[in-house]
């Protein structure tokens, strides 16, 4: 199984006539405001809900040959350490038997809030049969305050 792109943005579409996709407003930053207290990183606050969807792209590492594979995503915070459910992973199915490409949509509905800086959504993938998992993509998102108005 192979990657070719993944993708932050607030909302994709999938036509199921066509399997083309629609990605609107690319992510590469969000805004916060509002009274940022002391976080116990062991412990954050959530910022949400959030409109964020992590989009990706597979396809067969031999088009003649079905096969699946999963996909996991880690959320790495500016502090570098993994948050989200399990603590750090999402797994999800990628499945090329009928076709050889397939898009796959993730939904991010809450962020763990460690800071200001840059989150980063890691992606890694396994193949069927493989024992190891291999790093796919890192996307960054910045958590930054609204710019200030003069």
């Not at 116990?40 to 910022?47: A, E, K, L, R, V």
């Not at 570098?80 to 999402?90: A, L, Q």
Request: charged residues 25%; hydrophobic residues 35%.
């Amino acid at each position: 199984m192979e990657h070719v792109w993944s993708l932050l943005c607030s909302k994709a579409i999938i036509d199921q006539q066509t399997k083309m996709v629609s990605l609107i407003e690319a992510l590469d930053a969000i805004e916060v405001s509002g009274q940022f207290p002391e976080v116990d990183p062991n412990n954050p606050p959530n910022i949400g809900p959030v409109s964020i969807q992590i989009v990706s792209f597979w396809y067969r590492s031999a088009i003649d040959k079905p096969e699946t594979g999963k996909y996991r995503v880690k959320l790495i915070g500016p502090n570098e350490r993994s948050y989200g459910p399990k603590k750090n992973e999402i797994e999800v199915e990628v499945n090329l038997i009928n076709h050889p490409a397939s898009h796959a949509i993730l939904g991010v509905p809450a962020l763990p809030y460690v800071g200001l800086g840059t989150y980063y959504f890691e992606v890694e993938k396994k193949s069927e049969g493989e024992s190891s998992w291999s790093p796919a993509a890192r996307l960054p998102l910045l958590v930054r305050e609204p710019a200030k108005k003069d």
